[in-house]
């Protein structure tokens, strides 16, 4: 994985430089940023897009006295010590944050509510960028390029793709046993 975090990158267009390059050499990536609303979000899943990635967005829909107290514990945070203007940035942005849609261009747009629904949807997107990545292995196995995967599937139809291949191998698997076994 690659993790693109903006808060040690001061420059969006010099992170999504960073992005696109490490998508362009196959890495999974994460961007770790606070991108409030649709405006913020759209380059990022343009550039997931680009690259025939699966997009997927975790939203942290924690209250905001969580968030605050989270802030004001944690010690040097390179852009935001805790103290009162780290306050005041934590309520600003809660007024300003909207949910990311899946309309917005995400397979899916994961929400959590608390700490351990948060912990939960990391390990389902994981699963998700797994199951994304071995569709084009397995496919690339069988001689057949992308195996007609296109990048604007989404993650049920990939999830249905992978099933079919694994079905398919299955089958080949006990034909080629079958015709051992009878002679």
């Not at 990391?122 to 390029?145: D, H, N």
Request: charged share 25%; proline share 5%.
């Amino acid at each position: 994985y690659s993790i693109i975090a903006l808060t040690l990158i001061y420059s969006p267009l010099h992170a999504q430089q960073k992005c696109a390059h490490a998508l362009g050499d196959g890495a999974n990536v994460i961007i770790d940023r606070c991108n409030a609303d649709p405006a913020q979000r759209e380059p990022w899943v343009a550039l997931g897009r680009e690259h025939g990635c699966v997009v997927a967005s975790v939203h942290l829909d924690l209250p905001v006295e969580e968030c605050l107290g989270r802030v004001m514990v944690r010690r040097r945070h390179p852009t935001l010590p805790a103290g009162e203007r780290a306050a005041a940035v934590v309520h600003k942005f809660a007024s300003e944050l909207s949910r990311p849609a899946p309309s917005e261009g995400f397979d899916a747009a994961l929400v959590a509510t608390t700490v351990d629904e948060a912990k939960e949807l990391v390990g389902t997107l994981t699963q998700a960028i797994i199951c994304a990545t071995s569709i084009a292995g397995v496919a690339g196995e069988e001689g057949e390029g992308n195996g007609g995967v296109s990048p604007d599937l989404t993650l049920a139809e990939r999830r249905k793709h992978k099933a079919a291949v694994a079905k398919l191998r299955r089958s080949r698997r006990d034909i080629k046993f079958a015709a051992t076994s009878d002679t």
